[in-house]
Nanobody, 123 residues
Framework: QVQLVESGGGLVQTGGSLRLSCTASGRTFSGLAMGWFRQAPGLEREFVTAISWSGDVAPYADSVKGRLTISRDNAKDAVYLQLNNLKPEDTAVYYC????????????????WGQGTQVTVSS
């Protein structure tokens, strides 16, 4: 089992920045692909981005391209999501997901999920 814990969410004004973290514990983090999803109130969960163990990044969702950046630190069992130039439509709960296969993460079928961290962008 892998436990994922997200942190770093909060309230920020339009144009602001946040850095989300997802830390893994439990079984080894080694080899896991990681991804970020988000879900706004009343909407379905949306894929944001994902990264393989070796650092290959899946294409970003069009809605966040150029503003959000994923990275990981395997020594710290962590993956990060840098959110820049935030907009009110970025308001959502952001979830971290993990699986051995990057494509599985991208499809939203990852084996492991965190509880989410709330990001609220005020206009």
């Amino acid at each position: 089992q892998v436990q994922l814990v997200e942190s770093g969410g909060g309230l920020v004004q339009t144009g602001g920045s946040l850095r989300l973290s997802c830390t893994a514990s439990g079984r080894t983090f080694s080899g896991l692909a990681m991804g970020w999803f988000r879900q706004a109130p009343g909407l379905e969960r949306e894929f944001v981005t994902a990264i393989s163990w070796s650092g290959d990044v899946a294409p970003y969702a069009d809605s966040v391209k150029g503003r959000l950046t994923i990275s990981r630190d395997n020594a710290k069992d962590a993956v990060y999501l840098q959110l820049n130039n935030l907009k009110p439509e970025d308001t959502a709960v952001y979830y971290c997901a993990a699986d051995q296969d990057l494509r599985t993460v991208v499809r939203g079928a990852g084996t492991y999920w965190g509880q989410g961290t709330q990001v609220t962008v005020s206009s």
